[in-house]
């Protein structure tokens, strides 16, 4: 299972993601916050031109 999968499976559940991917929970929220990040930056682009 790969990172989106999980994420779109179980959510912000850092512990679950880190459980079914076999990585430590801080890596796992890393991941999230990293995803997290990359939507708002690409909101805000978006909302800038529209502005």
């Known amino acids: 299972m790969t990172f ?4 779109s ?3 912000p559940d850092v512990e ?8 430590a929970p801080a890596e796992a929220d ?3 916050n990293e ?3 990359r939507r708002h ?8 031109r529209r502005g």
């Not at 989106?4 to 994420?7: F, I, P, V």
């Open 4 to 7: 989106l999968e999980a994420y």
């Open 16 to 23: 679950r993601i880190a459980e079914v991917l076999g990585i």
């Open 30 to 32: 890393r991941l999230i």
């Open 35 to 37: 995803l997290l990040e």
């Open 9 to 11: 499976k179980y959510g």
């Open 41 to 48: 930056a690409k909101r805000s682009q978006y909302s800038r």
